[in-house]
Structure formats: C-alpha cells, structure tokens
C-alpha cells in the first residue's frame, strides 16, 4: 500500500506550477502524488497536463453555482471522493469560503509571487518596481482565511534588476516557484512542516548557506 500523500491541484489557468509539481511526483519516491487536479475554469489548459499525466482532471464551473458556500461544497465533495490529503492551490483565482478553510486547515497551501508578507494581493509585479526593492520572490504558505496571510512553509529570493519589467521578473519568480513549490509540497508529505496555532512548525531544519546581495558588489 503506498503511503504517498493523496493530492489536489486546483487550478484556474495554464498549469505551470502544476507541471512542476506533477514532474516531481513522477518520482515514486516523492512523498507526495498527485491524485486530482480540479479547475473552475473549464477551458484551462492546464486541465489538459493532467490528462497527458493520466490524472483525474474535473471542472466545477463557480458560475455555475449561486453563492460560493455551494461551489465549496461540491468542491470538497469531489476531493473527499478521492481520498485527498493535502490541497495545493497553484494559479487558482477563487477565495474560498471560510467553511472550506476551516474544514482543511492545516493539509491546504498556497504559492504566491512574492516575500510575503510583503506584497500581498495582486499586481504583484507592478507594486515590486514601483516600490524599488531590490529582492523579490515567492512563499509557500498554509491557507488562511485571511488572504495570502497564513503561516509560511518556504520561501525563494530573486533579484530585482534596474532593467526589469513586470514580464521579465514574472519570469524569474515563476522559475523559483517551480522549484520551491515542489519542496514545500515534500516537506508538508512528509510530515517535516506542520501547522500548529498560528504558525509553521518543523521537524527538522537545514542551516542556510550565504546570502543573495542585489547590488553584489
């Protein structure tokens, strides 16, 4: 019987963070499987990287539904179905009810383009060069009601460049987020990070190695 953790990607567009997590979990060793992927927007493309993965892949359409409670009810119908354990939101442009937050607390994450706390919301990119900061990045973090504010599981650093825009750090940021999503996502399967209280508790933690200088020199 594996003991791979059974998981969800919600998902609302082309899936890119969802590759990474599904090429991760090609590896039978990976703590985590990917079970589910479910979109609320029946044309994403990102449906289509499942199928090609041989995974379940649903669409739950919200405007089919008339309040938001009703679509997280079937929303979580359809994951119980299957057995899931962990929920990773990647691109998934929906607030969740407080029910539904509620109900998965502690086993839902998110990824957002940014150091959180800083940067919260959208038009991520934007407010990073009109603030001028020089470091930028992205967090894994639990699912809160409170939007992108729940307790961090892990986080990547890029540098701001004076030649940036909003496209060009777009760029650099989703390639961090391939990289870490796939890690929090292990360390959550694992049982290495946890939520408890208010905050991400962990088994185990590696000393951090240097630091990123934006300007080096």
Not at 152 to 161: E, F, G, H, K, S
């Amino acid at each position: 019987m594996s003991l791979r953790k059974r998981t969800a990607v919600l998902i609302s567009g082309r899936g890119s963070n969802l590759q990474a997590l599904l090429d991760a979990a090609a590896d039978p060793a990976f703590a985590a499987e990917i079970s589910l992927v479910v979109s609320n927007i029946p044309e994403a493309p990102g449906l289509a990287r499942a199928r090609a993965a041989g995974i379940a892949a649903k669409t739950i359409a919200h405007r089919s539904y008339p309040t938001r409670e009703a679509f997280d009810a079937d929303l979580d119908r359809e994951l119980r179905a299957h057995g899931i354990e962990i929920v990773c939101l990647a691109g998934f442009m929906r607030i969740l009810s407080d029910g539904f937050v509620k109900a998965w607390a502690g086993r839902m994450v998110n990824i957002h383009p940014s150091l959180l706390p800083a940067f919260k919301g959208i038009d991520v990119h934007r407010r990073v060069l009109d603030a001028g900061v020089r470091v930028t990045g992205c967090t894994v973090h639990f699912v809160v009601s409170e939007l992108d504010s729940g307790p961090i599981i892990a986080q990547a650093a890029v540098p701001v460049l004076t030649s940036d825009t909003e496209e060009s750090i777009a760029a650099r940021t989703l390639e961090a987020e391939h990289r870490l999503y796939p890690l929090a996502l292990r360390l959550l399967a694992e049982g290495r990070a946890k939520l408890v209280g208010n905050k991400t508790e962990f088994s185990d933690e590696s000393s951090g190695a240097g630091a990123l200088f934006n300007p080096a020199a």
